[in-house]
């Protein structure tokens, strides 16, 4: 009898894409045209190419992003419809897209985890399935291209949640460019939006990009970035250092954090542009993101190039923290998910360990800290789409990523014992990718 045979990331996609099309068809957000058109080419393009490892070849050099001008008033998404009671349940549009993330992350991502992890690179067949799905256009207005008839923080933390459940780095890669693409959506000008957007939605593979936020140094505080931008003549001159920057060394277009006259704002560069140097630069954890440092010498670009206000590079840090708790969330939930099976079905002395006070107490821990986490995090993300003040919730979250996170990942490489240690499992790894959700900034984005 023949081997039994796996399938392909290009049929998991392709499955996915199927299950995606029996139910899009009735959702209430497809009445808007722009939206309908949007997706019922996503759902085309990840059915037709089945999500398939396509060989991909890569330009000699930086992809460009030639000059338009804008018309007019920048085009933002309408604000999410705030309800008229406190409830969480996601709405059918969130269920929809939450779903297809957790199809993905299930088929697609957590397959390709190890090895992402091992390579410090996604797969190109990830890449893809992504990209079909059109995740990465969920912050971007359906005018622009986008699928987004509204922006909600709430959605993104569902989605960020489900694909950090299948892993963390590889998640942190997907979602890079989408932060992007969400940040000149929310805060670009026209003119940014017409130049730069149309990388991101184009039928060919999306541009890569990430948000640069880090810095080196101990107590970094990302609003009072060391790195400068002086102003010369109609242009700004840029120097300084950012760390931990996810595709670095692939990436576009960066959105850069800068203290301009004093105050922090946000700046397009592209990567391209003379003065701009990269390093490689590998972390304990999100090895999938490929990090690396940028070094920005007399960097020269137009002052047109700063995205948006001081309070918009304030609101950047803050939805960005939420994200990480957010995907904190996912991660955490994969870890005990995993966690409670092996503690049912190991046995020690004659029975299963999770039959000892200890275990059980340490796992119901675990449930409750995570529990507690997603609670802080949702109705932080809930405040934002209400239009409401959501800083001390996003603070709280905050804390608790930061005390919680690692020490779930502690936990369940614990209880696993020595499977806990070796590779064959994924606690281990998703320890390691814990253990920076409470302490990087950027790069994620609600």
Not at 11 to 18: F, K, N, P, S, V
Not at 123 to 138: K, N, T
Not at 275 to 292: F, H, N, S, Y
């Amino acid at each position: 009898m023949a081997a039994p045979t796996h399938p392909s990331f290009g049929d998991r996609g392709q499955r996915i894409g199927l299950r995606l099309i029996t139910k899009v068809g009735s959702l209430p957000v497809l009445g808007n045209p722009d939206v309908r058109r949007t997706v019922e080419s996503l759902l085309y393009r990840g059915s037709k190419g089945a999500f398939g490892a396509i060989e991909v070849i890569e330009a000699a050099s930086r992809r460009p992003f030639p000059s338009r001008t804008g018309r007019g008033d920048p085009t933002r998404s309408a604000p999410a419809r705030p309800r008229r009671e406190f409830d969480l349940t996601p709405s059918e549009d969130q269920e929809l897209i939450r779903s297809a993330a957790a199809r993905l992350a299930d088929d697609v991502i957590r397959p390709a985890g190890a090895r992402a992890d091992a390579e410090r690179s996604v797969p190109e067949a990830v890449r893809h399935a992504a990209a079909d799905l059109g995740l990465s256009l969920i912050g971007v207005p359906s005018e622009l291209g986008g699928i987004a008839e509204e922006r909600s923080a709430v959605t993104a933390a569902l989605v960020l949640e489900e694909l950090a459940r299948g892993d963390l780095g590889i998640a942190t890669a997907l979602l890079a460019p989408a932060a992007v693409a969400t940040a000149l959506a929310s805060y670009g000008s026209s003119a940014q939006q017409a130049t730069y957007l149309p990388a991101f939605t184009s039928e060919s593979a999306p541009a890569r990009a990430s948000l640069a936020l880090m810095e080196q140094g101990p107590l970094f505080d990302p609003l009072s970035p060391t790195t400068t931008a002086t102003t010369r003549g109609s242009d700004l001159v840029i120097n300084g250092a950012k760390s931990l920057v996810v595709g670095a060394a692939e990436a576009d277009l960066l959105v850069i954090s800068v203290l301009v006259d004093g105050a922090p704002h946000l700046v397009l560069v592209e990567a391209g542009t003379r003065g701009v140097t990269v390093a490689d630069d590998p972390a304990m954890g999100i090895r999938a993101a490929c990090t690396g440092r940028i070094a920005l010498d007399d960097v020269v670009v137009p002052a047109t190039n700063l995205l948006g206000t001081t309070e918009d590079h304030l609101d950047v840090v803050r939805r960005a923290r939420l994200a990480w708790s957010a995907a904190a969330c996912g991660t955490a939930q994969a870890a005990l998910d995993q966690l409670i099976p092996y503690v049912l079905t190991r046995e020690a002395f004659g029975e299963p360990i999770a039959h000892r006070q200890a275990v059980a107490f340490t796992v119901a821990d675990i449930a409750i800290e995570l529990a507690g986490l997603r609670l802080v995090v949702w109705r932080a993300a809930s405040r934002l789409d209400q239009g409401r003040d959501a800083a001390r919730l996003i603070a709280h979250a905050r804390q608790l990523t930061a005390t919680h996170a690692a020490q779930i990942g502690s936990h369940a490489v614990q209880l696993l014992g020595g499977h806990g240690f070796v590779k064959e499992f994924d606690n281990e790894r998703w320890y390691r990718d814990l253990r920076g959700a409470g302490v990087l900034e950027g790069v994620l984005l609600t």
